[in-house]
């Protein structure tokens, strides 16, 4: 394994970064920087988000936030886009302003560009696993499918693709219906 030769960056000094248009994230101490999402982007968010509150209204499981920082460590500390943690794990998951321990699930929205993808996909994916999220669902808006992954023995594991015209479930959800048409319905 390579030695980092850069010191590793905390959330402290994440907390310094401007307060500006941008998105700071902290992963194992390295600092990632994107910019802050498109319409598309935050058009599939809403919609996600509708229907996840819709659901949760008619079956008060959890709670769903979007957009709230996640801070795990002093080296990890992302952005999701939408997250839900069920009522029995509120307690022990959100310290006042934070997330500060695993949602029971993770959704993130592909933003252009492969180091993007790649961080979505590989960075955060292993992120979420080391500390314990149930299911991460990857949106990829540009090939119109939803990719979910379920912790299995430390690791999230891709378990379903799905794509236009077909239904989203899981059995962290009971009776959640959502077609991945509904969510790129722009």
């Known amino acids: 394994m ?25 992963i194992e101490g390295e600092l990632f920087v994107s910019r802050a999402p ?16 819709s659901y949760v209204k008619e079956n008060p499981i959890g709670i769903v936030v979007p957009g709230a920082g996640a801070v795990f460590s002093d080296y990890d500390a992302v952005i999701p886009d ?3 943690v069920r009522n029995e794990r509120w307690s022990e998951v959100v310290t006042e302003i934070r ?3 695993a949602p ?7 933003s252009p560009g492969k180091e993007n993808r790649d ?15 149930a299911e991460y669902w990857i ?17 999230l594991e891709n378990v379903a693709t799905w794509r ?8 962290l959800l009971p009776d959640f219906r959502l077609t991945v048409t509904a969510i790129f319905n722009l």
Do not use: M, W
């Open 2 to 26: 390579a030695a980092r030769i850069e010191p590793l960056l905390t959330v402290a000094d994440l907390d310094a970064c401007p307060d500006d248009s941008n998105h700071y994230e902290l």
């Open 38 to 53: 498109g319409i598309p982007h935050q058009r599939v968010l809403n919609n996600l988000q509708f229907a996840l509150e």
């Open 82 to 84: 939408l997250v839900l």
């Open 99 to 101: 997330f500060t321990g």
């Open 104 to 110: 029971d699930l993770v959704i993130e929205i592909l």
């Open 119 to 133: 961080r979505d996909l590989l960075v955060k994916r292993q992120l979420y696993a080391k500390y314990g999220v």
């Open 139 to 155: 949106i990829d808006a540009e090939n119109r499918l939803v990719q979910v992954y379920r912790l299995q023995k430390q690791r």
């Open 164 to 171: 236009n015209g077909e239904e989203i479930t899981t059995p």
